[in-house]
């Protein structure tokens, strides 16, 4: 009778501790999917406008669109479209476009990693480029290219 009543309250001690330990574990892996939620959805960016206010906001076109998709289990999937901006009669107007599917995207809550594929400096051939995008707050993000730090920085409005 003593052996059993050591037993039982060895079990209802590891209980304690695991059952709360589950919870815990079970509260992390839901919190991922509220996390990549945040990032989930359309992103829409422009050009940075020149210092010299020759272009209004209104006059310039959205060069960047990135689409982002919570898959089932938690992964990320989308893809990115640039547009190419040329200054015609001096108006820009989007005069084509180039689209590409993100390429091993992480996101760690405040940051997405991906890669994207394009053209590579010899005719036929395809580079990979790194890219981030950084939340600034739940309906903005900063967008940059990892491999050329000469690139703009391009901020990011999240579409509702």
Same mark, same amino acid.
């Given at each position: &009778? /003593?052996?059993?009543k050591?037993?039982?309250?060895?079990?209802?001690?590891?209980?304690l *501790?695991? $059952?709360?330990? $589950?919870?815990?574990?079970? +509260?992390l892996?839901?919190?991922?999917?509220?996390? #990549?939620s945040?990032?989930?959805?359309?992103? #829409?960016?422009? /050009?940075? *406008?020149?210092?010299?206010?020759?272009?209004?906001?209104?006059?310039?076109?959205?060069?960047? =669109?990135?689409?982002?998709?919570?898959?089932?289990?938690?992964?990320?999937?989308?893809?990115?479209?640039?547009?190419?901006?040329? !200054?015609?009669?001096?108006?820009? #107007?989007?005069?084509?476009?180039?689209e590409? =599917? %993100?390429?091993?995207?992480?996101?760690?809550?405040?940051? %997405?990693?991906? !890669? *994207?594929?394009?053209?590579g +400096?010899?005719?036929?051939?395809?580079?990979?480029i790194? &890219?981030? &995008?950084? %939340?600034? +707050?739940?309906?903005?993000? =900063? $967008?940059? !290219?990892?491999?050329?730090? +000469?690139?703009?920085?391009?901020?990011?409005?999240? $579409?509702?």
């Amino acid at each position: &009778m /003593l052996k059993q009543k050591r037993r039982r309250s060895a079990f209802i001690a590891v209980a304690l *501790l695991v $059952l709360p330990a $589950l919870g815990f574990i079970n +509260s992390l892996a839901a919190g991922s999917g509220v996390i #990549q939620s945040q990032i989930a959805g359309r992103w #829409q960016g422009k /050009l940075p *406008l020149p210092d010299d206010n020759s272009v209004s906001d209104a006059d310039n076109p959205v060069a960047v =669109e990135v689409t982002i998709k919570e898959e089932d289990g938690g992964k990320i999937s989308g893809s990115a479209v640039f547009y190419v901006i040329r !200054n015609k009669d001096n108006k820009l #107007q989007v005069a084509g476009k180039k689209e590409s =599917e %993100l390429i091993a995207p992480q996101f760690d809550g405040r940051m %997405l990693k991906f !890669n *994207l594929k394009a053209k590579g +400096s010899q005719p036929g051939t395809e580079t990979t480029i790194e &890219m981030r &995008m950084t %939340l600034t +707050s739940a309906t903005e993000a =900063e $967008l940059e !290219n990892h491999d050329d730090s +000469s690139a703009a920085v391009i901020k990011l409005k999240k $579409l509702p």
